[in-house]
């Protein structure tokens, strides 16, 4: 078959596929959710209502997770000084830092005047792993910041332990 064969079967069954899910019942499922009708039921009112258009962060109370307090905000950069606990095995002492949100998951931290890039989870900012590069979306995002100062939010970390390789 040519590639030109290929590619509107491609096509073709993806259309097929597009138009069945869109013509469809979409509450699916879930597995863990089995035994729980009350859970089942508020899950699908939320794949209804993300159907429909809807934010679910706009009109659904936050979730369990945390304490909602985080001293890092959810996207956009901050900067401010980085420290580690006694004992651990780097000591960084107030150290400067500009840092990034990378996909609300992690944070991408470069320190000021110094090759050293620390990656941490988004939502623990006890441990911190060095790293040797990062994302190139979260490099650009640090690239472009000229006065961080002014353009980020303020946060000072501490953290219990800084993981070398």
Same mark, same amino acid.
């Given at each position: 078959?040519?590639?030109?064969? /290929? *590619?509107?079967?491609?096509?073709?069954? #993806?259309?097929?596929?597009?138009?069945?899910? @869109?013509?469809?019942?979409?509450?699916? =499922?879930?597995?863990?959710? /089995?035994? =729980? %009708?009350?859970?089942?039921?508020?899950?699908?009112?939320?794949?209804?209502?993300?159907?429909? !258009?809807?934010?679910? +962060?706009?009109?659904?109370? $936050?979730?369990?997770? *945390?304490?909602?307090?985080? %001293?890092? $905000?959810? #996207?956009?950069?901050? &900067? *401010?000084?980085?420290?580690?606990?006694? !004992?651990?095995?780097?000591?960084?002492?107030?150290? $400067?830092?500009? !840092?990034?949100?990378?996909?609300?998951? &992690?944070?991408?931290?470069?320190?000021? *005047?110094?090759?050293?890039? @620390? /990656?941490? %989870?988004?939502?623990?900012?006890?441990?911190?792993?060095?790293?040797?590069?990062? %994302?190139? +979306?979260?490099?650009?995002?640090?690239?472009?910041?000229?006065?961080?100062?002014?353009?980020?939010? =303020?946060? &000072?970390?501490?953290?219990?332990?800084?993981? #070398?390789?």
């Amino acid at each position: 078959m040519n590639d030109a064969l /290929k *590619g509107i079967s491609i096509l073709a069954v #993806t259309a097929v596929s597009v138009g069945w899910m @869109l013509n469809s019942d979409n509450n699916f =499922e879930i597995a863990f959710l /089995k035994d =729980e %009708p009350s859970a089942q039921q508020e899950a699908i009112a939320l794949q209804d209502a993300i159907l429909q !258009g809807d934010d679910p +962060t706009q009109v659904q109370s $936050p979730t369990a997770a *945390g304490n909602g307090q985080s %001293p890092m $905000p959810s #996207t956009g950069c901050f &900067h *401010g000084f980085v420290s580690t606990q006694q !004992g651990s095995s780097v000591e960084l002492h107030e150290a $400067p830092y500009v !840092g990034v949100v990378h996909d609300n998951e &992690h944070i991408y931290m470069r320190l000021t *005047g110094q090759p050293i890039y @620390l /990656k941490m %989870p988004r939502d623990d900012y006890s441990e911190a792993v060095v790293q040797e590069a990062m %994302p190139v +979306t979260a490099a650009s995002a640090l690239a472009d910041i000229k006065s961080p100062i002014d353009e980020c939010q =303020e946060a &000072h970390v501490v953290l219990r332990n800084l993981v #070398t390789f």
